[in-house]
């Protein structure tokens, strides 16, 4: 495949044909704020946190879908970026009840260490406090609404990594939540195979093992990468 | 079907005609007020009156002067009555013989109608859309039939650019570029989609085009679908457009029983089928990748672009999707020549607007009119003005994506580029004038709440940040808003009109921002005094200082 | 002049105070550097004017708290959130989740449901505050100048702060040391 170079904050590289700015960002050890990206399953561009500036446009891009393209000059850490994503995480952090002391993931959620990198030390918008409930009826897993960001990662994960279908996104706007199956309790959705690949897949406390407490809920962020490409190489087909 | 089996039921429809026809208004509005049983008693008037062989009661859609309904015009006396009731119907036919109507006229010469220009509404309130030899009667069909029989595909794009027509969905984007780019397109298959799920509250141009004229918009569908290499169309109506859609599948049953749909049309070897797909009602769903997903039976979200429909588009093929009033524009612009429609309009924006005219004016209901036409023209002339004794403050375009355009701006022609200078949009047509007595802090408040309801949740800035700005306003507008609050909702605007994924977020802060432009003093006048703490409604009545 | 610094507690466990005493040795520097003039560890029953520096603990639950925060702020150059419950109004911020009327229904649920004698609401007008009807955090009532999360923020952070604004120097928390929880 061709080459395309570009510029990232002013640093020269190239990247293949089709990378997105995301990839290419970080190739050259440019990390960007991501939220709804994961590894190993495809991005749809939803938490808008990696906006960068691209030289031209006048839209900001997701870095997650946008490809590379030649002579691109792209910005990724400009002030006015800085100040969207604090105010993106200050409104995600209002919107349901994140209390960080008392959650299963509390050191290892992706959400807090995004608050802390960018700066975000208090909310200004007043909180919503919703009353979204807890799925404990899984034999294994349990579901915190509260902690839910609207990620996708668990919906993709349970559609295209493991196929199951379990696992969709009901209701719109404020209302929006993921439910499993025919938005039946997790305990008596037939299609869930228990594969846990949602809870690997889960950057906050939403998605947890059943019995872990404050802080217990560590993950293997390339569990699912792993598992999609020994798939697609067939890394373990021996003969 | 040939040439001339087209011309032939053309002929026999015109030769048909009666002396004296009695149009009278069959669609949504006017039913609602009972145009369906003014229509039996005409009918049954005009048979018990023995006139059968000179007076046909002809069943049409949209008249405009929908505020006046039930609209019945008699031909070729040129009278239009109005509020007809089932009791002084039988009176209009008395009239027709010497006698005197006892319903009320309307002035069928008045400005709301003589300062039209129909070209999407030529064939509304004129045909009987359940006929399709009424259509036929119109030179229907036969701009397809000469695509078919004239022009290449490449051609038919060709005379799109040149007509200058731009896309009457909302954000204008030319149609013969859209249509040059799916052709070029390369796919196996490829599809043509209607929209018209036409959520804009307040709008119904589309609704009214479907229930008047549905035959023109399957000719016009056609011609693209010939143009671009699609063969299989859909139109996705939203559900509440029940009318609509039994009006639609007639026509689309009617067209294929002559093969003016189907396989081989006029004997080419261009085939195309319609099928319609019934939206729930999400305003969402409008958004062509979101309409495109719930077609495919998904979830309704937008997805990012690119990739745009036109490469990728329904089921991964390359797709055009248009609004209902650009396919309405097809048939004319094929039948008159690219030249003629481009001579109507301005420079950038050419042909006409239909505006769905409602609010605090005299008139309300369909207009259409040449584009760069002033909005003093629409809201003052054709509308005539606030109703009794009130002064027109402000008229809202684009509905919850657009703005409010003061009455000092009231001379802007509308046209794509000057109402988007003034912080609004041309939208899909929605008009809605306010008079003094509206507040406009509850205005944004209202289309806040609007954009707030219909997100659709996928992307944070949108989800989350309508719910703030909304309960921003709301305090405002309820006197407990600080000027602390005022400066929150600019910059959540500036946030959300930025980093949205789709057009609803991008647009969602527009009324907001328009309103705050054009009359900040009302936000100003409702901000409470500077405290040394902040305002809280959970720490209210605060409680008595101490030391 | 040495800086008049003062402590208090609304909505808490004492957690971060915990914290604060957990600074050892470093509180004996700070005796020579502060004059502690209002703190649940000193014996002043009304808060004082002309403060420089204080650190609140706890979110805003009551009218008392809601009465010496407006107190506090007329009275005191800088104010710093300090501990969750003070930024984010934390665990004491859950009853809001059951909308209007949380306050009476967790009062209920607490001294009525759940007691195993005497089931009765304690109601003692001057002495037990009211609750507000929503629990908030303290930049949502006044402004606050500096923000200092964590359940609790360990000692050492507290060090860098105090250290700082001792040194009339603005606090710079970065990173990891901005952690909720
Ligand atoms: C939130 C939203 C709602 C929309 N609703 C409609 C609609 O109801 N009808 C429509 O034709 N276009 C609607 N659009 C615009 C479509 O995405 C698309 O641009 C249009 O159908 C293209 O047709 P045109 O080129 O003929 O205008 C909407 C766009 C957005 C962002
Ligand atoms: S999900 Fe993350 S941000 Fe939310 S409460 Fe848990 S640790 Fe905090
Ligand atoms: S449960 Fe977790 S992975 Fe799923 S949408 Fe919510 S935050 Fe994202
Ligand atoms: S802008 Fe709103 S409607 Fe559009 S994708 Fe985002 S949440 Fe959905
Ligand atoms: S990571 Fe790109 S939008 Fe979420």
Known sequence: MAAKTLTIDDKHLSAEEGATLLQAAKEAGITLPTLCHLEGIYDVGACRLCLVEVKGLTKLVPACTTRVAEGMEVLTNSERLRKYRRMTLELLFAERNHICAVCVA???????????????????????????????????????????????????????????????????????????????????????????????????????????????????????????????KKEWITD | MTRNDL?????????????????????????????????????????????????????????????????????????????????????????????????????????FFKKQLSIVLANSGVVDPDRIESYIAQDGYQALLGVLRDLTPKDAVEVMVKSGLRGRGGAGFPTGLKWGTVAKSTGLKKYVICN???????????????????????????????????????????????????????????????????????????????????????????????????????????????????????????????????????????????????????????????????????????????????????AEEMGGGAP???????????????????????????????????????????????????????????????????????????????????????????????????????????????????????????????????????????????????????????????? | MKVRLATVWLGGCSGCHMSFLDLDEFLLELVDQVELVYSPVVDVKEYPENVDVCLIEGAVCNTDNLEILHRIRRHTKVLVAFGDCAVTANVPAIRNQLGLGNAESVLQHAYIEHAQNNPRVPRADGIVPPLLPRVLPVHQVVPVEYFLPGCPPPAGQIKTVVTQLLAGAAPQLAGAELKFG
Request: glycine fraction near 10%; charged fraction near 20%.
């Open chain 2, 388 to 547: 009794a004794g009130g002064r027109i403050k402000a008229v809202q375009t684009g509905g919850p994506s657009g703005g409010c355009i003061p009455a000092e701006h009231l001379d802007t022609p509308v046209d794509y580029e000057s109402l988007g200078q003034l912080g609004s949009i041309m939208g899909s047509g929605g008009m809605i004038v306010m008079d003094e007595t509206t507040r406009m802090v509850e205005v944004a408040r209202f289309f806040m709440e609007f954009c707030m309801d219909e997100s659709c949740g996928k992307c944070i800035p949108c989800r989350a940040g309508t719910v703030q700005m909304h309960h921003l306003l709301d305090k405002i507008a309820r006197q407990q808003g600080t000027r602390d609050d005022l400066t929150k909702l600019e910059e959540l605007c500036d946030l959300v009109k930025n980093t949205s994924l789709c057009g609803l977020g991008q647009t969602a802060p527009n009324p907001t921002l328009s309103t705050l432009r054009f009359f900040r003093h009302e936000y100003e006048a409702l901000l409470q005094p500077e405290t040394g703490w902040h305002r809280n409604e959970a720490t209210s009545p605060q409680p008595t200082a101490t030391g």
């Open chain 2, 7 to 111: 011309l032939q039921i053309q002929e026999r429809e015109l030769a048909a005609r009666k002396k004296i026809t009695l149009r009278c208004c069959q669609a949504a509005g006017c039913l609602s007020s009972g145009a369906k049983q003014v229509k039996e008693q005409l009918e049954n008037a005009v048979a018990s009156a023995g006139l059968s062989d000179q007076v046909e009661v002809r069943g049409v859609g949209c008249m405009k002067l929908c505020c006046e309904g039930p609209l019945v015009q008699a031909d070729p006396r040129n009278t239009l009555y109005i509020r007809v009731t089932e009791a002084n119907a039988p009176s209009i036919i008395n009239a027709l013989q010497g006698g005197t109507a006892e319903a009320q006229q309307g002035d069928p010469e008045a400005a």
């Open chain 1, 106 to 232: 509390n050191g290892h959620c992706e959400l807090q260490t995004l608050a802390y990198s960018l700066g975000m030390d208090h909310v200004r918008y007043e909180y919503r406090t919703p009353r979204w409930g807890v799925d404990h009826t899984h034999r294994l897993f349990g579901m915190d609404h509260n902690r839910c960001v609207l990620c996708s990662r668990c919906v993709r994960a349970c559609w295209h990594v493991e196929g199951a279908g379990t696992k969709n996104v009901s209701g719109r706007g404020a209302r929006a939540h993921i439910i499993t199956d025919l938005n039946q309790p997790w305990g008596e959705a037939d299609s869930c195979t228990a594969c846990g690949k949602c809870v690997q897949a889960c950057p906050t406390g939403a998605l947890f093992h059943k019995g872990a407490t404050v802080g217990e809920m560590v993950r293997d962020r390339h569990r699912l990468e792993f598992l999609v490409t020994a798939r697609q």
């Open chain 2, 196 to 378: 018209a799920d036409e959520g804009d509250p307040g709008a119904f141009m589309d609704r009214s085009v479907l229930e008047s004229d549905p035959h023109c918009i399957l000719e016009g569908m056609a011609i693209a679908a010939y143009a671009v290499g699609a063969d299989q169309g859909y139109i996705y109506v939203r559900a509440e457009y029940p009318l609509a859609i039994t009006r639609l599948q007639t026509a689309i049953k009617q067209a294929k029983q002559l093969g003016l749909l189907g396989a081989g049309i006029f004997e080419s070897p261009f085939h195309f089928n319609i099928e319609i797909r019934i939206g729930a009602g999400a305003f969402v769903c409008g958004e062509e990748t979101a309409l495109i997903a719930s077609v495919e039976g998904k979830r309704g979200t937008p997805r990012p672009r690119p990739p745009f429909p036109a490469e990728s588009g329904l089921f991964g093929c390359p797709t055009l999707i248009n609004n209902v009033e650009t396919f309405a524009n097809v048939p004319p612009i094929f039948r008159h020549g690219a030249e003629w429609f481009a001579r109507v309009g301005t420079e950038k924006s050419k042909g006409t607007k239909v505006f769905a005219l409602a609010g605090k004016v005299r008139n309300t209901g369909l207009v259409e009119v040449p584009m760069g036409t002033p909005l003093r023209v629409i």
